[in-house]
């Protein structure tokens, strides 16, 4: 009949109005949350950041990419932001989130390789155990530019979370290690940037080379800088000073300058929509950081911890070169003036020193030191059993200082992709010169002044035989009445083969004695020609 038709018509009529309403409110998707420093929604216009840089920028690239932030719900929806359930699941409790688990590495002081093995080690520790996040808790003025690109390559193999609190600088090679890691944070009174490449000891580095470091450093910011929107722009500003660094018309770094940051400028919004030019946020310490990231109850901190050896390792790290070139000198000493241990066990301590200071920081095995004692036991070969022998010598030196090399030098596991190159020998090669070169001009001046001492006449009056049959150094008689050191003229004979170190009697008395030419047999008339090198020069009679 037309009556139920238009009955049923009206029927159907609000039926697909119903259905269309329960199709925006009851069944809407929440939008997913998005955790962010200070949530802002996006505006018509850019917005102005609360303090302009008072150092410089540089300008982002218009075809960078934006962050990928998560929409939110549309203003016109009413749904809640919970879905509705339907069914039995609406009584069940959610469950429980499991908190993030979170390591903290300080970074402190100079980049250097202690603290490239402390962070590898916290690394590879934290992907063992299951770690979700690492965060380097960092204060430095800079270091090494070899030792910063490889903290940068450590942190891309770690699967998990990385963040940076800059507490209170990261400076030079601290912000290339801050860019490094996903989201940094800031103290209230951190600072970062000032990263143009300089020399060694600070100074200028030529044209070329900059602009060679400046190019290859860019690179490896823009793979780590990832959706980050100005970071990649923001660090060349800290290295580049010819870069003038622009966010649309604003200049925030002209050319000219390098680029550091306060807290607050690094946190300023810029672009549309709005995303901070780096930090993701302020905090007073760690834990409020990680408050702001997790929240209060979403993370736990699992203990890390420098163990006693590491930071013992970073100091005779630092002074390395120190205890090979004092190690070297009290070993000279003592074959020079043999008879007394006492130079000899403290020369090797020191060197040893080397080697544990590398072993505990997680560098060298007991292959260096295999290496460091057969070159020992060659250069004492060549001292006491074949004097003379140039094979010996040469095979313990070679041995000796190669060990020190080896001890020093940063071999990765070949299973993860890091190969030796001859690079990665110019820094212990450095030390190992530099404790040469220490030696020598610490053994030059002793030559030149020891012997006015009492210690030089020690030295060369040491008694190899019994104590009533030789020259005291205190000057006190002896059986023979010698108290002082032969002089030019004096003959004797040889007790021992001189090649060309060895021993002579003169008047009863036996004192160090070298040849000045060629080898010298036992039982050879001799005559004193002078000192040399803690010993009595001379040849033989004539």
Same mark, same amino acid.
């Given at each position: 009949?037309?009556?139920?038709?238009?009955?049923?018509?009206?029927?159907?009529?609000?039926?697909?109005?119903?259905?269309?309403?329960?199709?925006?409110?009851?069944?809407? *998707? #929440? @939008?997913?949350?998005?955790?962010? !420093?200070? %949530? =802002?929604?996006?505006?018509?216009?850019?917005?102005? $950041? &609360?303090? /302009?840089?008072?150092?410089?920028?540089?300008?982002?690239?218009?075809?960078?990419?934006?962050?990928?932030?998560?929409?939110? *719900? #549309? @203003?016109?929806?009413?749904?809640? !932001?919970? %879905? =509705?359930?339907?069914?039995?699941?609406?009584?069940? $409790? &959610?469950? /429980?989130?499991?908190?993030?688990?979170?390591?903290?590495?300080?970074?402190?002081?100079?980049?250097?390789?202690?603290?490239?093995?402390?962070?590898?080690?916290?690394?590879?520790?934290?992907?063992?155990?299951?770690?979700?996040?690492?965060?380097?808790?960092?204060?430095?003025?800079?270091?090494?530019?070899?030792?910063?690109?490889?903290?940068?390559?450590?942190?891309?193999?770690?699967?998990?979370?990385?963040?940076?609190?800059?507490?209170?600088?990261?400076?030079?090679?601290?912000?290339?290690?801050?860019?490094?890691?996903?989201?940094?944070?800031?103290?209230?009174?951190?600072?970062?940037?000032?990263?143009?490449?300089?020399?060694?000891?600070?100074?200028?580095?030529?044209?070329?080379?900059?602009?060679?470091?400046?190019?290859?450093?860019?690179?490896?910011?823009?793979?780590?800088?990832?959706?980050?929107?100005?970071?990649?722009?923001?660090?060349?500003?800290?290295?580049?000073?010819?870069?003038?660094?622009?966010?649309?018309?604003?200049?925030?770094?002209?050319?000219?300058?390098?680029?550091?940051?306060?807290?607050?400028?690094?946190?300023?919004?810029?672009?549309?929509?709005?995303?901070?030019?780096?930090?993701?946020?302020?905090?007073?310490?760690?834990?409020?950081?990680?408050?702001?990231?997790?929240?209060?109850?979403?993370?736990?901190?699992?203990?890390?911890?420098?163990?006693?050896?590491?930071?013992?390792?970073?100091?005779?790290?630092?002074?390395?070169?120190?205890?090979?070139?004092?190690?070297?000198?009290?070993?000279?000493?003592?074959?020079?003036?043999?008879?007394?241990?006492?130079?000899?066990?403290?020369?090797?301590?020191?060197?040893?020193?080397?080697?544990?200071?590398?072993?505990?920081?997680?560098?060298?095995?007991?292959?260096?030191?295999?290496?460091?004692?057969?070159?020992?036991?060659?250069?004492?070969?060549?001292?006491?059993?074949?004097?003379?022998?140039?094979?010996?010598?040469?095979?313990?030196?070679?041995?000796?200082?190669?060990?020190?090399?080896?001890?020093?030098?940063?071999?990765?596991?070949?299973?993860?992709?890091?190969?030796?190159?001859?690079?990665?020998?110019?820094?212990?090669?450095?030390?190992?010169?530099?404790?040469?070169?220490?030696?020598?001009?610490?053994?030059?001046?002793?030559?030149?002044?020891?012997?006015?001492?009492?210690?030089?006449?020690?030295?060369?009056?040491?008694?190899?035989?019994?104590?009533?049959?030789?020259?005291?150094?205190?000057?006190?008689?002896?059986?023979?009445?010698?108290?002082?050191?032969?002089?030019?003229?004096?003959?004797?004979?040889?007790?021992?083969?001189?090649?060309?170190?060895?021993?002579?009697?003169?008047?009863?008395?036996?004192?160090?004695?070298?040849?000045?030419?060629?080898?010298?047999?036992?039982?050879?008339?001799?005559?004193?020609?002078?000192?040399?090198?803690?010993?009595?020069?001379?040849?033989?009679?004539?």
């Amino acid at each position: 009949m037309p009556g139920d038709r238009g009955s049923w018509a009206v029927v159907g009529l609000s039926l697909a109005l119903l259905g269309g309403a329960q199709a925006q409110n009851g069944t809407a *998707a #929440p @939008a997913p949350a998005v955790r962010v !420093a200070a %949530p =802002t929604a996006p505006t018509a216009s850019p917005e102005k $950041p &609360a303090s /302009a840089p008072a150092a410089a920028l540089a300008a982002p690239s218009a075809s960078t990419p934006s962050a990928p932030i998560p929409a939110p *719900a #549309p @203003a016109n929806l009413t749904s809640s !932001a919970t %879905p =509705t359930t339907i069914g039995p699941a609406a009584d069940q $409790p &959610a469950a /429980a989130k499991t908190p993030v688990s979170v390591y903290v590495v300080p970074i402190e002081g100079e980049i250097d390789d202690p603290q490239f093995y402390i962070l590898r080690r916290a690394l590879k520790e934290a992907m063992a155990n299951h770690v979700d996040a690492v965060v380097l808790d960092m204060d430095t003025l800079g270091g090494a530019l070899s030792t910063t690109t490889d903290m940068m390559d450590a942190l891309a193999h770690f699967t998990g979370r990385t963040y940076t609190f800059v507490n209170d600088k990261a400076m030079s090679a601290g912000s290339y290690i801050a860019v490094a890691t996903n989201e940094i944070y800031f103290a209230p009174t951190g600072t970062i940037g000032a990263a143009e490449a300089v020399g060694g000891s600070g100074e200028d580095i030529g044209d070329t080379m900059t602009l060679k470091i400046n190019s290859f450093m860019e690179a490896r910011v823009r793979v780590v800088a990832g959706p980050n929107r100005y970071r990649a722009d923001v660090q060349r500003a800290m290295m580049d000073p010819n870069f003038e660094f622009k966010i649309g018309g604003q200049v925030i770094k002209p050319a000219g300058q390098l680029l550091s940051l306060t807290a607050a400028e690094a946190c300023a919004k810029y672009g549309r929509p709005p995303e901070p030019l780096l930090g993701a946020g302020i905090a007073p310490n760690v834990r409020a950081m990680l408050d702001q990231v997790y929240g209060p109850d979403g993370y736990t901190v699992r203990d890390f911890h420098l163990t006693w050896s590491e930071q013992a390792a970073k100091l005779l790290n630092e002074i390395s070169p120190i205890l090979v070139g004092a190690g070297i000198l009290l070993l000279v000493l003592e074959f020079k003036a043999p008879g007394s241990a006492f130079f000899g066990i403290l020369g090797v301590t020191l060197l040893l020193l080397v080697f544990v200071s590398h072993y505990l920081a997680g560098l060298a095995g007991y292959e260096p030191v295999a290496l460091f004692f057969i070159g020992i036991v060659c250069i004492a070969l060549e001292l006491l059993v074949f004097p003379g022998s140039v094979a010996c010598g040469a095979i313990g030196l070679l041995c000796f200082f190669g060990s020190l090399v080896w001890a020093m030098t940063d071999v990765w596991p070949a299973d993860e992709n890091y190969g030796l190159t001859p690079g990665s020998f110019a820094g212990p090669l450095f030390n190992v010169v530099l404790g040469v070169v220490l030696a020598g001009g610490a053994f030059a001046v002793l030559l030149r002044f020891l012997p006015k001492t009492w210690v030089y006449k020690d030295l060369v009056l040491r008694a190899v035989g019994p104590r009533d049959n030789y020259a005291a150094a205190s000057g006190a008689a002896t059986a023979t009445g010698a108290t002082t050191l032969p002089e030019a003229g004096a003959r004797g004979v040889a007790l021992t083969d001189l090649r060309p170190l060895g021993e002579i009697d003169i008047a009863g008395g036996r004192f160090q004695a070298r040849a000045v030419h060629g080898q010298i047999d036992r039982g050879v008339a001799v005559v004193v020609v002078g000192r040399k090198d803690f010993a009595l020069a001379v040849r033989r009679a004539e």
